[in-house]
């Protein structure tokens, strides 16, 4: 098993720029996840999928964050326009169903808009 | 409202045993998690509590007491590699949703 991956790793961008995150959940797992990771927020949940449909999107922080997810391998996370202040790790993650399976984590990406 | 409390940072030496404290007050409960994650890493599972009490795992132990809103985390024979950050995180009623907490980031000294 692959895990889950994250593409890109790194991400430097230019204020004002789109940039899009992508993940690949763990194949059987029903359930995606992005968070972010900053070192005053901590991490923070911004949206999951269940089925690759959407069910809580309450903590996208604004309209210039969206995320789909068209087929259940795969996912994207998309910031336009990005600003300084979204520089953070962002975490995609996958479950099945059933309360007592944690989270699978994928490497994460760390993005920096300069 | 969601509240999970935990300490910032702990010191602790190597080969001591160590424990890190998590309360919560969450609108729902479907069991607590901890995460272990290392610098520049990604989170990775090391517990679940859904019932009251301990739950043993090699050098590491979790307690719950769902009445009391608390949990903690008990580490054994400390390692030098033990040194990470430490993830309190509540599972909301709809068994998809994990609430985190800051986290509380152990150093481990010689």
């Known amino acids: 098993d692959a895990g889950v991956i994250q593409s890109p790793r790194h991400e430097v961008t230019e204020m004002g720029q789109e940039v899009t995150l992508r993940c690949k959940p763990i194949?059987?797992?029903?359930?995606l996840f992005w968070y972010r990771q900053t070192m005053m927020r901590g991490l923070e949940l911004l949206i999951y999928?269940?089925?690759?449909?959407?069910?809580?999107d309450s903590g996208m922080p604004e309209d210039r964050f969206s995320a789909k997810m068209p087929n259940a391998s795969f996912s994207t996370l998309k910031i336009q326009p990005s600003e300084p202040r979204d520089s953070a790790v962002y975490f995609c993650?996958?479950?099945?169903?059933?309360?007592?399976?944690?989270?699978?984590f994928g490497s994460g990406t760390r993005l920096t808009v300069v | 409202g969601q509240n999970i409390d935990q300490p910032t940072e702990m010191t602790a030496t190597e080969g001591a045993i160590v424990q890190i404290n998590c309360t919560y007050q969450?609108?729902?409960?479907?069991?607590l998690f901890w995460y272990q994650q290392h610098a520049g890493e990604a989170p990775t599972f090391l517990s679940y509590?859904?019932?009251?009490g301990l739950e043993e795992k090699g050098r590491f132990s979790s307690f719950l007491s769902r009445s009391k809103g608390y949990s903690y985390l008990l580490l054994k024979e400390l390692q030098m590699k033990d040194s990470a950050s430490y993830l309190c995180?509540?599972?909301?009623?709809?068994?998809?949703?994990?609430?985190f907490g800051q986290g509380t980031e152990l150093s481990v000294k010689p």
């Open positions: 194949s059987g797992h029903d359930y």
């Open positions: 999928f269940n089925n690759n449909v959407p069910i809580d």
């Open positions: 993650a996958s479950k099945r169903t059933g309360a007592n399976y944690g989270y699978t």
């Open positions: 969450t609108s729902g409960f479907n069991g």
């Open positions: 995180a509540v599972m909301d009623n709809q068994g998809g949703k994990l609430i």
């Open positions: 509590n859904v019932l009251d």
